[in-house]
């Protein structure tokens, strides 16, 4: 089965409550590839590449996050995978420049 990538957005009080190192662990549980950073306007971003049923888990997880967060809504992207990514990793807060 071939894999997917899906670019998410999550808004809502997702900084300040680890949000990227809770999904941080929940990629790692699904085998996933990418990576989460938070965005200077509050958002939470994320890249997911791996088995669609894996990125869905992450993506139903993303309804409640973390005990201290309060997820308002969840944008999602699904594309073709760039296959340059190697393991989950954590970004440091994303500044004007660094925005895709």
Not at 3 to 20: C, E, K, L, P, T
Not at 81 to 96: C, E, H, I, Q, Y
Request: aromatic letters at 12%.
């Amino acid at each position: 089965m071939a894999d997917n990538r899906a670019h998410a957005y999550i808004s809502g009080r997702v900084q300040g409550v680890s949000f990227r190192y809770y999904t941080y662990h929940e990629a790692l549980k699904g085998g996933l590839r990418g990576w989460v950073r938070n965005l200077p306007d509050g958002r939470v971003e994320a890249v997911f590449e791996g088995k669609k049923a894996a990125i869905e888990k992450v993506l139903e997880w993303f309804q409640t996050g973390p005990p201290a967060a309060r997820v308002d809504r969840v944008e999602v992207e699904w594309g073709e995978p760039a296959d340059s990514l190697n393991g989950f990793k954590v970004r440091a807060t994303a500044g004007p420049g660094d925005l895709e």
